[in-house]
Antibody, heavy 118, light 110 residues
Framework: QVQLQESGPRLVKPSETLSLTCTVS????????WSWLRQPPGKGLEWIAY???????NYNPSLKSRVTISMDTPKSQFSLKLSSVTAADTAVYYC????????????WGQGTLVTVSS | QSALTQPASVSGSPGQSITISCTGT?????????VSWYQQYPDNAPKLMIY???SRPSGVSNRFSGSKSGNTASLTISGLQAEDEADYYCSSYTSRSTHVFGTGTKVTVL
């Protein structure tokens, strides 16, 4: 079972960059596609981006201009950067894994609430 | 990409069957066999219940089943139990190799 843990600042100021890291604990960093998703309080889920260890990435078209996903294979970590944040970016951010060609998001981290506020 | 459309709420009595619909387009639900369903309890991460339209991960009750017709996918919960009360989300792979989620359905066990 893949184990994932999100980490990063829980409070970000408007117009700044949100940065989160996900640590994969079972050494499977090269075996899956790795995704970030989010869920604003009381609202639905939104897929943000994925990355594979080969460097292959894909982004939600509605967020693409502000998002960067990257991976540090030796550290078994992958990261999310979301620039120019506003209150609308306040959400629980989840890191997750999908196997195969990433048709399904299989395994989820516990999520971390990030609040955008001055 | 627009969110897939789900009913806001569905309810049923213990032992009954309920069905949740998930409507998309030919660029997502209708175009691929990669529809998933997730169960989410308050303040918890989603849990995968169905993948590839109708397959169940190991450990998921066979009371949960999935199907698809055209641009609409469905999740059926048979023999409804109190523990099934949760939010349910569908998701589909898309023509852009992205993922799109449904609007979510709150299931209430009466």
């Amino acid at each position: 079972q893949v184990q994932l843990q999100e980490s990063g600042p829980r409070l970000v100021k408007p117009s700044e960059t949100l940065s989160l890291t996900c640590t994969v604990s079972d050494g499977s960093i090269s075996s899956y596609y790795w995704s970030w998703l989010r869920q604003p309080p009381g609202k639905g889920l939104e897929w943000i981006a994925y990355i594979f260890h080969t460097g292959n990435t894909n982004y939600n078209p509605s967020l693409k201009s502000r998002v960067t996903i990257s991976m540090d294979t030796p550290k078994s970590q992958f990261s999310l950067k979301l620039s120019s944040v506003t209150a609308a970016d306040t959400a629980v951010y989840y890191c997750a894994a999908c196997g195969g060609d990433c048709y399904t998001v299989d395994h989820w981290g516990q999520g971390t609430l990030v609040t955008v506020s001055s | 990409q627009s969110a897939l459309t789900q009913p806001a709420s569905v309810s049923g009595s213990p032992g009954q069957s309920i069905t949740i619909s998930c409507t998309g387009t030919s660029s997502d639900v209708g175009g691929y066999k990669y529809v998933s369903w997730y169960q989410q309890y308050p303040d918890n991460a989603p849990k995968l219940m169905i993948y590839d339209v109708s397959s169940r991960p190991s450990g998921v009750s066979n009371r949960f089943s999935g199907s698809k017709s055209g641009n609409t996918a469905s999740l059926t919960i048979s023999g409804l139990q109190a523990e099934d009360e949760a939010d349910y989300y569908c998701s589909s792979y898309t023509s852009r190799s992205t993922h799109v989620f449904g609007t979510g359905t709150k299931v209430t066990v009466l």
